[in-house]
């Protein structure tokens, strides 16, 4: 029923960029909040973006603040990651998820590998 499916990870340049797709569907994607999160080796999972589901306010912490811009488009149900300015800390299998007052759901994750 329920699925988040990331696409578009892989191996780049320090400096270089991605676009991270994540495809939903099985629930009503409008009233979801989404987001990307991140997890390295080693590391808890880090948020990196938020977009909200009324005037597409967007919300990044200072680590990727200027270098990720986090968007959506409600006709195809998909949220982007446009990743600019890569550095190698950026290395992570890159999470997106929905979230609709208690209700969360994630994807399985796409893998952004950031060589220096």
């Known amino acids: 029923q329920v699925q988040l499916v990331e696409s578009g990870g892989g191996l780049v340049q320090s400096g270089g960029s991605l676009r991270l797709s994540c495809a939903a569907s099985?629930?009503?994607?409008?009233?979801?909040?989404m987001s990307w999160y991140r997890q390295a080796p080693g590391k808890e999972r880090e948020f990196v973006a938020l977009?909200?589901?009324?005037?597409?306010?967007?919300r990044y912490p200072d680590s990727v603040k200027g270098r990720f811009t986090i968007s959506r488009d409600n006709a195809k149900d998909t949220v982007y990651l446009q990743l600019n300015s890569l550095k190698p800390e950026d290395t992570a299998v890159y999470y997106c998820?929905?979230?609709?007052?208690?209700?969360?759901?994630w994807g399985q994750g796409t893998q952004v590998t950031v060589s220096s």
């Open positions: 998820n929905s979230a609709w007052g208690v209700v969360s759901y």
């Open positions: 099985g629930f009503t994607f409008i009233n979801y909040i």
């Open positions: 977009i909200d589901n009324r005037n597409d306010r967007t």
